[in-house]
C-alpha cells in the first residue's frame, strides 16, 4: 500500500504471479475474516470468470485481474450498488491514465470507442439479512493485443491501448483505481447511493437509448429511462409498461 492515498481500499494488497481466480482467492480470504479493503491482484489467471460461469480472457503480463473485499452495512438486495459504483471507478481510472473517455454499459461492462475494454463481476456471501462480505472483480484489458482477443466473444473487444494508440501502466492504473474506489466507497457509506448513481448515469451508454435486454428468461426491448434506487435498470417498453431489470445481458441498438 505504499504511497497510496486510500482510508480503505487497499490497506492490504495480496499479489499473485498467477492465480485461477482473484474473485475465488479473495472470497476465500473473506470467509477466512480478512479486513474490509483487502485487494487481491494477479498477473494471470488460468480460471479467469465471467457472470454466469463464462470466461475471462486472462494472459498474463498485459492487463489487471484485480479483486476487493468490502463489508457493507447493507442488506444482500442492494449489493448491485456496489457493482455500478466498481464500474464507476473503473471508468474514472480509465479516463485518468489513458485519457479515453470511456462509457459504461449496464450492468457491468466499459467500453471504449464501442469495444469492451472492462468487466465487472460481483460475488456475495450466502444470503442472510445482512452482507457478511462482497468481492468486486475487476477485469480490465489494459495493453492486450489484437491477437490475443479469441473470436466469438460476446460483445466487441479491445484494450486501452489499442484504443488510446499508447500503452497504460499498470502500476499507476491500478492506483488510480484503488484511489476512486477508496473515495467512492466512503461517499457511499456518508451519503448512500444517490452520488453513485449520479456519477453513473453520467458516463451511461444505455441512458436513452433502445436496448434488447436478455434477462435468461426471455428477451426485452425499449428504451433505458434509467437506474433504481437499487441499480435495477428501468426500461420502457414499445407498450408502455416500465420494467425493472435486475440482471441480464443489454445489447444497444441503432
Ligand atoms: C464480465 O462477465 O464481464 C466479468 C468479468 C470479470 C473479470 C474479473 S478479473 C478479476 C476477477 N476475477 C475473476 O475471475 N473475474 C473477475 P460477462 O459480462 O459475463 O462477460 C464475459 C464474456 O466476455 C465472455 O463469455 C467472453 O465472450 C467475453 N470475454 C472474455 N474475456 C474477455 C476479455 N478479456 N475482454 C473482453 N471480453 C471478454
Excluded at 49 to 67: F, I, Q, T
Excluded at 79 to 92: G, K, M
Excluded at 116 to 144: C, D, F
Excluded at 153 to 169: K, Q
Amino acid at each position: 500500500s505504499a504511497g497510496l492515498a486510500v482510508r480503505r481500499i487497499g490497506t492490504h494488497v495480496v499479489c499473485f504471479r498467477e492465480t485461477g481466480s482473484t474473485n475465488t482467492v479473495a472470497s476465500q480470504l473473506a470467509a477466512e475474516g480478512a479486513a474490509e479493503g483487502t485487494v487481491v491482484l494477479a498477473d494471470a489467471q488460468t480460471g479467469g470468470k465471467g457472470r454466469l460461469g463464462r470466461r475471462w480472457e486472462s494472459p498474463p503480463g498485459v492487463n489487471v485481474y484485480c479483486s476487493v473485499i468490502l463489508r457493507p452495512p447493507i442488506s444482500p438486495l442492494h449489493s448491485p450498488q456496489l457493482t455500478l459504483l466498481s464500474a464507476v471507478a473503473t471508468a474514472e481510472a480509465i479516463e485518468r491514465t489513458s485519457g479515453l473517455v470511456p462509457a459504461i454499459k449496464w450492468p457491468n461492462d466499459i467500453l471504449a470507442n464501442g469495444f469492451k475494454v472492462a468487466g465487472m463481476l460481483s460475488e456475495l456471501s450466502a444470503e442472510t439479512e445482512r452482507v457478511e462480505y462482497l468481492v468486486l472483480g475487476i477485469g480490465v484489458n489494459i495493453n492486450m493485443e489484437r491477437d490475443q482477443f479469441p473470436d466469438g466473444l460476446r460483445y466487441p473487444a479491445s484494450s486501452l491501448a489499442l484504443e488510446a494508440g499508447r500503452t497504460v501502466e499498470r502500476i499507476p492504473f491500478v492506483r488510480s483505481l484503488l484511489e476512486s474506489l477508496d473515495r467512492l466507497y466512503d461517499e457511499y457509506l456518508l451519503k448512500g447511493f444517490p452520488p453513485v448513481r449520479d456519477a453513473w448515469l453520467a458516463r451511461s451508454a444505455v441512458m436513452g437509448r433502445r436496448v434488447t435486454v436478455d434477462g435468461g428468461a426471455g428477451i426485452l426491448a425499449g428504451t433505458v429511462e434509467g437506474i433504481d434506487e437499487i441499480g435495477a435498470l428501468l426500461v420502457r417498453t414499445a407498450g408502455g409498461s416500465l420494467e425493472r431489470v435486475l440482471a441480464g445481458d443489454v445489447s444497444l441498438e441503432g
